[in-house]
């Protein structure tokens, strides 16, 4: 839109899933990330060129697809030596970081991971940023054994809660043209 082309760059969709598995005694969450972003300026491409995935000190990354369309459709796809390991990057822990390629004023950037990792009992989800979020969701899909609550802030939908089928219940949230968060000075 005319007010999203203002913006460096607006993410037209993120969706995050994390399901926790409980199997033979052992419990592993796996967190799936998939984001859509729009680049309009250059300042927008130095923003989201390089992607940060965290690997804490159990977590091992499964799957990850990335690519970039350019607005004549051309697509350059994430070349496996890009993918670059860092190590306890300012007390944060290790990521795993990548360049994306390809990347042109009007075209989009797109990104897939699976992490493996021990579970995490607590944790919040974001959903503004400092661009513009057309859509925004987040699921979290754990055994009937597992108790959670969840709660949302600041005019967010409050969270569903629902069976998931197969002895399994899920906490869902999700948003829609969610604006750009103000810069703080």
Request: charged share 25%; no cysteine.
């Amino acid at each position: 839109t005319k007010e999203e082309a203002e913006h460096p760059a607006v993410i037209i969709s993120h969706m995050q899933f994390s399901e926790l598995l409980i199997r033979n005694g052992a419990a592993n969450s796996f967190v799936a990330e998939h984001k859509v972003i729009h680049v309009n300026t250059q300042a927008g491409i130095e923003k989201f060129n390089k992607v940060y995935i965290p690997l804490r000190n159990s977590s091992e990354l499964v799957s990850i697809k990335v690519r970039s369309i350019d607005p004549s459709g051309k697509i350059t796809n994430l070349r496996k030596e890009n993918l670059k390991e860092l190590n306890n990057v300012e007390g944060y822990g290790n990521f795993k970081i990548f360049a994306v390629e390809g990347i042109t004023v009007g075209g989009e950037i797109e990104y897939l991971y699976t992490i493996k990792s021990a579970p995490e009992m607590y944790g919040r989800e974001i959903f503004q940023t400092s661009v513009p979020v057309r859509a925004s969701s987040f699921a979290l899909i754990f055994p009937r054994s597992v108790e959670y609550s969840a709660r949302s802030y600041n005019g967010l939908s409050e969270p569903v809660f629902q069976d998931y089928g197969d002895n399994r219940n899920s906490i869902s949230v999700a948003a829609a043209n969610v604006p750009a968060a103000p810069e703080e000075e």
